[in-house]
């Protein structure tokens, strides 16, 4: 089926299924690697066949903490994201797309951990509650997007205005967390349903393309 026919059936479908709970997919990896403007292009799609979605904004814009690199950022940003997703998961909509969620949080863990900005019984102290059942019950999938740091450095509107390297994106960050998000997959993956990884360095568009693709998918069989 094209991706017509797939949201058309799952428009019909969500009508008949009104008690069904939300699909939640967290959207995790490099910096401007796409999942933001992805999301942005998904939430269109889906206001256009009227099926009801919720996106969970990147809580780092809200954040209060000036400093991006310590472990309360972190700490932050993922327990308010938690919270927005107890917020609507019962408030009728079918799909729930988080821009970072649990796992993001568990590779900035990682991050820190890596640089040696938090010991190791606070790291697995952090992570066991951020793998707390209770909390990956908010995630059916993971789609994991990552990007060489070059590259997201290329893309990023800052850098191109001004030639100048941010708090985050510039090259030794971004090879740090490009680490941390391989350390966090490896070691964790088992403990979620699904994590998918998708690579935009060469060719973002046609990789979003298919991202979109599977996505439908997905949503199909899980309203089925």
């Not at 967290?26 to 919720?54: D, H, M, Q």
């Not at 019950?137 to 789609?143: D, G, K, N, R, T």
């Not at 490896?186 to 060469?202: A, C, G, L, P, V």
Request: charged share 25%.
């Amino acid at each position: 089926m094209g991706h017509k026919q797939i949201l058309d059936l799952v428009a019909e479908l969500s009508e008949n299924n009104i008690d069904k709970p939300p699909l939640i997919i967290e959207l995790a990896g490099t910096p401007n690697s796409g999942k933001t403007s992805l999301i942005n292009e998904l939430e269109n799609v889906f206001g256009r066949f009227k099926i009801k979605c919720k996106i969970i904004c990147e809580t780092a814009q809200y954040c209060k903490i000036s400093n991006k690199k310590s472990p309360e950022f972190n700490y932050w940003t993922a327990l308010e994201t938690i919270q927005r997703i107890m917020a609507v998961i019962d408030q009728g909509y079918k799909l729930i797309l988080c821009d970072r969620g649990i796992f993001d949080a568990l590779t900035w863990l990682r991050f820190y951990y890596n640089r040696n900005l938090i010991g190791e019984s606070e790291y697995r102290k952090s992570v066991d509650f951020y793998l707390l059942s209770r909390w990956r019950q908010f995630v059916h999938y993971i789609i994991l997007i990552t990007c060489e740091p070059n590259m997201a450095i290329q893309r990023d509107s800052a850098y191109k205005e001004f030639e100048k390297y941010g708090t985050i994106v510039n090259p030794e960050t971004l090879e740090d967390i490009n680490n941390a998000i391989n350390n966090t997959k490896q070691k964790y993956e088992s403990f979620f349903n699904r994590i998918i990884t998708y690579d935009t360095t060469k060719d973002i568009e046609n990789i979003k393309s298919e991202i979109k693709k599977q996505l439908y998918e997905y949503l199909l069989l899980y309203m089925q």
